[in-house]
T-cell receptor, first 111, second 114 residues
Framework: GEDVEQSLFLSVREGDSSVINCTYTDSSSTYLYWYKQEPGAGLQLLTYIFSNMDMKQDQRLTVLLNKKDKHLSLRIADTQTGDSAIYFCAESIGSQGNLIFGKGTKLSVKP | EAQVTQNPRYLITVTGKKLTVTCSQNMNHEYMSWYRQDPGLGLRQIYYSMNVEVTDKGDVPEGYKVSRKEKRNFPLILESPSPNQTSLYFC?????????????FGPGTRLTVT
């Protein structure tokens, strides 16, 4: 079945760049998403990328998609302590657009 | 304010005692969904609804029921809760089913079944 894999933890220093990686299995996914979950809160959509794109940039966020390798990454430039959260990669499947989530990567930003 | 609300936010109950977690959205969204979040497992979809009176199973529907009698509400029902249903539950909604419409998430309901 469909599966989305992410590393569970990432620790960076404030001001450095963070790169969170994700692999997915469903080659028919049309959209791939990055969600952010702050402590005690629900998920918030950060950005998404259409499968015919290689890259999408939105302020400090850069999403790279390698469709051949089914690899997605999220780069956060100039990481701040407020970026500390769990980041979920998700792929959409089927016509209903149901989301399959990865297990989440906990990003810790040290001052 | 556009939002998805869930009640209760926290619930401790005992095995076998029926409970309902409510979910309501004020955005006139057609699509609604329930997820559970467990450590090391991420989010898994329980049930979803494409519109009023249209519901379908997600990846982990066993032990749960849902109903969609009106557009704004999508309650999650546990007829006979068991300890393995202890989890953090999220309701979500989007304008319509399908991509790339953003799913808006509620704040979560932390359920403990003893």
């Amino acid at each position: 079945g469909e599966d989305v894999e992410q590393s569970l933890f990432l620790s960076v220093r404030e001001g450095d760049s963070s790169v969170i990686n994700c692999t997915y299995t469903d080659s028919s996914s049309t959209y791939l998403y990055w969600y952010k979950q702050e402590p005690g809160a629900g998920l918030q959509l950060l950005t998404y990328i259409f499968s015919n794109m290689d890259m999408k940039q939105d302020q400090r966020l850069t999403v790279l998609l390698n469709k051949k390798d089914k690899h997605l990454s999220l780069r956060i430039a100039d990481t701040q302590t407020g970026d500390s959260a769990i980041y979920f990669c998700a792929e959409s499947i089927g016509s209903q657009g149901n989301l399959i989530f990865g297990k989440g990567t906990k990003l810790s930003v040290k001052p | 304010e556009a939002q998805v609300t869930q009640n209760p936010r926290y619930l401790i109950t005992v095995t076998g005692k029926k409970l309902t977690v409510t979910c309501s959205q004020n955005m006139n969204h057609e699509y609604m969904s329930w997820y559970r979040q467990d450590p090391g497992l991420g989010l898994r979809q329980i049930y979803y609804s494409m519109n009023v009176e249209v519901t379908d199973k997600g990846d982990v529907p066993e032990g749960y029921k849902v109903s969609r009698k009106e557009k704004r509400n999508f309650p999650l029902i546990l007829e006979s809760p068991s300890p393995n249903q202890t989890s953090l539950y999220f309701c979500a909604s989007s304008l319509v089913a399908g991509t790339p419409y953003e799913q808006y998430f509620g704040p979560g309901t932390r359920l403990t079944v003893t």
